[in-house]
Each structure stands twice: as structure tokens, then as C-alpha cells.
């Protein structure tokens, strides 16, 4: 599988980077009780810390509302998935458990304070490609809705879009019946590319000790803007 960020898009923000891990032979189930366990606690964490430092304040989260108004979206009305699930903890709407995909997949966008998509590979036809949108690119989201992505990043492959930093498609959802996967790590431009490929290390090895299988990771930027996995 080829995936590439569009050229166009990096030619005007040639700070974007994407992380990529390619999982496959994996098992999806319901998460272990230390996975549960340890997001419960984390989000209860989260949400004394942001009774002294509001959502919109911490560093990635503002990092990324930033480069949402660069790229020519509104994040006070499109925010970004991160932002969405902060502001639901800090209400003390805390995510309940789904299954492990999923479950890890929250748990690292809350950690690493970026938009993170996990797809199943099964309904991805052909290469992949990171593109900006526009007001004819849309689909049905994981909220139940038709999303139009104008000025909002988003994957698409031959059939067309699929995922994006805002909300994630019905046709490319992971559930526990997901054997390959691939993750998109919409990285915070200011990471070096020490620090960004650390990053995918990390979480991978981590999915991979809870769903098994194997993992292949590459990053995507400006110096090297596609890679087949």
C-alpha cells in the first residue's frame, strides 16, 4: 500500500508531518482491565489538571487549533478529535470503554495531544493519499452525519475520502472483526523528526503488545512526502 501526502498540500505547509503504522495479523477485542484501568485514571487526571489549565491552553491542543485556522478551517466550529475529547472529559464526560482499537486509539490522541484515526484496511481500495478538502469532499462520519471537510485534511483512497483529523468514516470503522489496521498520526509540526519517529515507536510497540501481530512505522513530511507499507 502507497501513501502519500498530496504535493500541492506540502508545497503550501511544507511543516505537515503524518505518522503512519501498518498493522496486520491483528486481534481486536474488548480491552484488558488494565487498559481500562489506566484510561479511567488518566482521564480523571486530565480533568483536575484542566480545572487549572483550560483545554484550548494546552500545548498540542493549541498547537493544532493553529494550524486548523492555517490550513483555512474555523476550530471554534470544526474542532479537531483531540480538542473534542478533552473538552468531554473536562466536563467530566468521561469515554467509556469500547473495544481495544478504539480504546488505545483515545488513550494516545489524549497522551500525545493530537488527532490520531485507526482504519480498517479491508475497505481501503488502492494508495492512500493526504489532502486538504474542499466543499464537494464529504462523507458519513462515526457522529452519524454527513461531513463536508472543506479546509480540513483527510485520507482518501480510489473510492474516496475516508478519515480525517475532525471525524472518522462509517466505511473504514475498526471493530473486532479488524485484522490489519493502519493508524494516522496527525503529528504536531513542531516535533522533530526524532522526537515524531520516537513517537510512532512507542505507540506501536504498544498496540502491538496488546493486539498482537506485527507493525511497520514510517513518517511522512516535506523530505520524504510518501511510503509504501
Do not use: C
Not at 501498518?22 to 486530565?46: D, W
Not at 512507542?202 to 496488546?210: E, L, R, T, V
Amino acid at each position: 500500500m502507497e501513501i502519500s501526502i498530496n504535493q500541492s498540500l506540502l508545497a503550501q505547509h511544507p511543516e505537515l508531518k503524518i505518522g503512519i503504522i501498518h498493522y496486520t495479523k491483528i486481534v481486536v477485542a474488548e480491552s484488558p482491565q488494565m487498559i481500562k484501568g489506566r484510561m479511567q485514571l488518566y482521564q480523571e487526571n486530565l480533568f483536575l489538571e484542566m480545572q487549572e489549565q483550560p483545554v484550548t491552553q494546552r500545548e498540542g491542543i493549541a498547537e493544532w487549533r493553529q494550524l486548523w485556522k492555517k490550513l483555512g478551517a474555523d476550530p471554534n466550529r470544526y474542532r479537531h478529535s483531540a480538542e473534542s475529547l478533552m473538552r468531554r472529559i473536562s466536563k467530566q464526560n468521561y469515554l467509556t470503554p469500547l473495544h481495544s482499537g478504539v480504546d488505545l486509539n483515545n488513550f494516545f490522541s489524549l497522551q500525545y495531544e493530537m488527532p490520531i484515526g485507526l482504519y480498517d484496511v479491508a475497505p481501503i481500495k488502492g494508495s492512500v493519499e493526504i489532502a486538504l478538502g474542499h466543499d464537494e469532499i464529504s462523507y458519513e462520519g462515526l457522529n452519524g452525519r454527513l461531513n463536508t471537510l472543506t479546509n480540513i485534511l483527510y485520507s482518501r483512497d480510489e473510492v474516496g475520502a475516508f478519515g480525517s483529523p475532525f471525524v472518522d468514516s462509517k466505511r473504514t470503522a475498526v471493530t473486532e472483526e479488524t485484522t490489519e489496521a493502519l493508524h494516522i498520526f496527525y503529528l504536531r509540526p513542531s516535533l522533530t523528526t526524532e522526537a515524531a519517529n520516537e513517537l510512532l515507536s512507542s505507540a506501536g510497540k504498544m498496540f502491538n503488545q496488546i493486539h498482537g501481530g506485527h507493525y511497520q512505522t514510517a513518517l511522512l513530511s516535506n523530505n520524504a512526502p510518501s511510503t509504501t507499507l
